[in-house]
Structures are given as C-alpha cells and as structure tokens.
C-alpha cells in the first residue's frame, strides 16, 4: 500500500499547524494511527537515556506518566541505537514495553511493532512506535514510506522543541531544552496547575531570590526546591537540606552555623555549619515554621547582612547563600498568632510558590500512578506492572490527603501484594490491591437528564447546563477551578457557558 498524497499532505499539515499548541501532538499521532490503521501510536521524547511519552493514542492514559530507561526496555532500545526504521518479528522475543497497556486487550500481546527513531541531524531526539494485535498490520507499508513519515515527524519535533526554547525565560530550564541533570527527579503533570508551578519555577529559578514553598505534606515541596536550584545559575554548586522539624533545640544553631572545638561539651572539633556548606549554593530548609524564635532571629541576620557566627566563635564569616523554604503550615496565621517573625516572613516569602494538592490535579493522579508502576517494575525487576480500568477509576476517584506520598506507597504495597499472588513478573493491579479506608470523596456524580428532554440535542444541552452549574457551586463559582473540575480548557467553557445561557 502506498501512502496517497491526500494522506502525506495531511500529515504535514497537521504537524505545522499550530506548532506551539499543546495539543498539537495528539492530533499528529491521531491522524497517524487513522493513516496507518495501527492499534496504538505513541511519540516519544528521547532524553538521559531514556524516552518519554509526549502523546499517545490507543494506550491506557498512564503510559504518559512512565520513563521507559533503555537499559529495562530493550525494544527501545534497540530503535534508540539503530538509526533507521526497525520493525520487530511477530515471534520476537524482546518484551514489549506496551504489553497489557493496550485498553480492552490487557492479557494479549502486542504482536506487529514498528519503531522510527527521529533525529536531528546526527541526534536522537525521540522515536515513533506503533503497535497492532495482528502479526502481518504494517506489512504493507514500504521502508522508503515511513521514513518519510519519519522525516516529517523529526522535523516537527525539532521545531516544537525549539519553540518551548525559545518561549522560556530561563535559559537554563533542562526539563525544557532535554538536558535533565542526573539524579533530580522530574516533575510528572500536564494538568493546569502543574503548568503554572512549572512556570513559576522557571521564572524564579534564573533569579536569586529567596523563595517560601507552601502546600500540604507530601504534595512535593522538596522537588520543587531541587527543580529551582537545578536550574539556576548556583547549579553547579551544592544544594543543602536541612530538616527543621528534626532539630533539637540543643544542636539547632551549630546545625545552621557550625561551632568551634570547645564552644559546648562534646565539641571535640571544628564544624562548619549548613550556611558554610552551602556558601556559593543553596540552602533548602524544609518545615521552616519548626524554627524556634531565637534561631529566627538569627536567621535573619543572616538573610540580612549575609555573615553568620560559629557557635563559641567571635569572627564573623560571609557566607553568599540563597535560601529556599518551605512549610505545610500557613506562615501567616503563624505570624499573627506570635509563633513566626513578621520580618523573617517577608524576607523568605520574596516569591512564594503554592504546591498544589494532589486532589486538585485531575488525572495527574493516574500519570503519576503509571511513573510509580515503571519505577517499581525496574526495582523489583518485573517483566510488566499494569494498572486495570478498574483500579484507574478508583484511583482517580481517591482524595489523597496524603497526596503524591500515598499515592506513591499505595502504588508500591499493589505492586508487592499482586505479585504475591500472582507468583509471576507480570503484575496486574486491580482494585483489591488497594487497601482504601472509607468512601471516596471525589467519585464523578452523573446529572440526571430531565425526562422532558424531547430530543438528543436538548437532552445534551440539559445535561451539560446541569453538569456546569452543579461544578460551579462545587468550586465556589471559580470559572477556572470549574475548568479543572470538568477536564475542560477555560475559555471552552465560557463559550459552552454562552451558548447554554449561563452566562452573559
């Protein structure tokens, strides 16, 4: 079969048009799997050896959330060395990363696998797969045919990555330009207001400003802290953390600012403190509310004057420090209830940023789970962890008071009590794997659709009125948080809002 010129030009039309949207690798990898009547499409960015999914099609939503290193896939692998078009025999014995994650065929085995690497030059910047449950799908397709097709993606890819470049304000932003520091974990979320926190990380990071991190535990408050040092200029120096919560009062200020041989019995030697180690970097001081009112105060000296004062020490030392903090407390009543200084507030809170709950990020809850999965399968060297339907649906109907922290340790337990039961390395979640307290608080409620509703068009628009008016209320009639709530764009909204009479 060849490729028409119908279906070429449309291909190419699709992956110029607006280059900068977000979705506009969706739409690409759509039209592909139409083109080439595949059952499963994915693109996939290549960075720090390993691919990650940019769009999909025909995949459980999850496949977003995983890295797949090379070193676990070898099919990835073997497209990411091969520098041409691979195409995998029915029989092979390579494991397929997309085995049971192929919605309504989880116990078959992805049977037809083609792989097209994209390059840049001479430079691998991500690869096309498709997939088919049957052996002989993409026998007719030509070599010369595909790269073609692989030609056109590369190069939209290329300029796609460019653009995000150039639309940066930091131009040391890695998780923009690809090149990700080794050992810093990334940030996993497309909802909004991951967006926005990424966005005011890249902001702030290129500044050396001080920073106050707000949100609930387990929300990631620390990954935000690594993200902002990575990416800024003091990168190539340490990054220092520093527990408050887990200081005693006794050790609290040699902890800070190191102490002299003899300042304190059992001071046997000189220590530089956390300020010294950081000189040049930066300090992370986590539950920074913990903080006594004496070591505030000395704190922000520092913050001030840039000098701190070993413990039994008279000289002074100048230190050159930015400090990040964060809290699970809201500082602000702290102040006012007399428990935090006012002045060492603003001094911190130069440019807040607000972590938000896990429970507000929609399906990130299902993106991070499938993270969680690929990252269990290569700790305990499984052949596949799959998430069902089923457990997707519980998982993202679950209020994560403990946010992306128990949802990461509920994901770990499934792992380990499906594979005690199956006895294989091929682990199945399902919803019994899940040891949930309660009744979840967040489960989708359908809107009854009146009976007078006379014909399909008006039966719509009945329930789409009541399924916008009941979110409203829900989210005290915030227009955005309603969007979120809906799985909507915004300005979609107010146009469906407009049309349905809701609003002027």
């Not at 607000?354 to 052949?383: S, W």
Request: hydrophobic residues 45%; aromatic residues 6%; contains cysteine.
């Amino acid at each position: 079969m060849s490729f028409s010129t119908e279906a070429l030009a449309k291909i190419a039309i699709e992956l110029q048009s607006d280059i900068g949207h977000p979705d506009r690798f969706s739409r690409l990898i759509t039209t592909l799997r139409q083109l080439l009547g595949c059952d499963a499409s994915a693109l996939l960015r290549y960075e720090a050896h390993q691919f990650i999914p940019l769009a999909i099609d025909g995949l459980a939503k999850d496949v977003l959330g995983r890295r797949f290193a090379l070193e676990g896939h070898p099919r990835l692998e073997a497209i990411a060395r091969a520098g041409d078009i691979v195409r995998f025999p029915a029989d092979s014995t390579l494991p397929d990363p997309y085995d049971g994650l192929i919605p309504g065929q989880e116990s078959l085995k992805v049977h037809a696998c083609l792989g097209l690497p994209l390059f840049a030059g001479q430079t691998l910047i991500g690869a096309l797969t498709l997939d088919g449950m049957d052996a002989h799908q993409f026998d007719s397709y030509s070599d010369e045919e595909l790269r073609l097709i692989a030609a056109l993606v590369s190069g939209a890819l290329n300029n796609a990555l460019l653009i995000a470049r150039l639309e940066s304000q930091n131009a040391m932003a890695g998780y923009v330009s690809g090149e990700v520091a080794s050992g810093v974990q990334e940030m996993i979320g497309l909802s909004a207001p991951v967006v926005q926190l990424k966005k005011e990380i890249e902001i702030v990071a290129a500044s050396d400003l001080n920073v106050l991190i707000g949100g609930e535990t387990g929300t990631g408050k620390e990954l935000v802290a690594k993200a902002i040092h990575q990416h800024s200029p003091r990168a190539v120096n340490p990054l220092v953390y520093l527990n408050c919560a887990a200081l005693p009062e006794s050790v609290a200020e040699s902890e800070l600012f190191g102490h002299v041989k003899g300042a304190f019995t059992g001071a046997i030697s000189h220590r530089s403190g956390k300020f010294e180690m950081a000189d040049n970097g930066t300090l992370f001081l986590d539950e920074i509310g913990e903080l006594s009112l004496a070591l505030q105060a000395k704190l922000l000296r520092v913050l001030q004057y840039g000098d701190i004062q070993r413990v039994g020490d008279d000289r002074s030392l100048r230190v050159n420090v930015r400090v990040l903090a964060a809290t699970n407390r809201d500082l602000r009543e702290e102040v006012l209830a007399g428990r935090f200084r006012a002045d060492l507030f603003h001094r911190l809170s130069v440019f807040p940023i607000a972590v938000p709950p896990l429970r507000e990020r929609g399906d990130d809850v299902i993106l991070l789970a499938g993270y969680f999965c690929e990252q269990c399968r290569a700790r305990m060297g499984l052949g596949s962890v799959i998430l069902s339907a089923s457990a997707r649906a519980q998982l993202a109907a679950w209020h994560w008071l403990g946010n992306v922290r128990e949802l990461e340790h509920a994901v770990h337990r499934a792992v380990v009590l499906s594979r005690a039961t199956s006895g294989g390395d091929e682990v199945m979640l399902m919803p019994q794997h899940f040891a949930f307290e309660g009744e979840p608080s967040s489960v989708p409620q359908v809107p009854e659709v009146p009976v007078s509703a006379v014909n399909l068009r008006e039966a719509t628009e009945a329930f789409q009125r009541q399924a916008i008016t009941q979110a409203l209320e829900s989210q005290q009639h915030n227009w955005a948080a309603t969007a979120r709530a809906l799985s909507m764009d915004v300005a979609n909204l107010h146009r469906l809002a407009k049309r349905l009479k809701l609003k002027q």
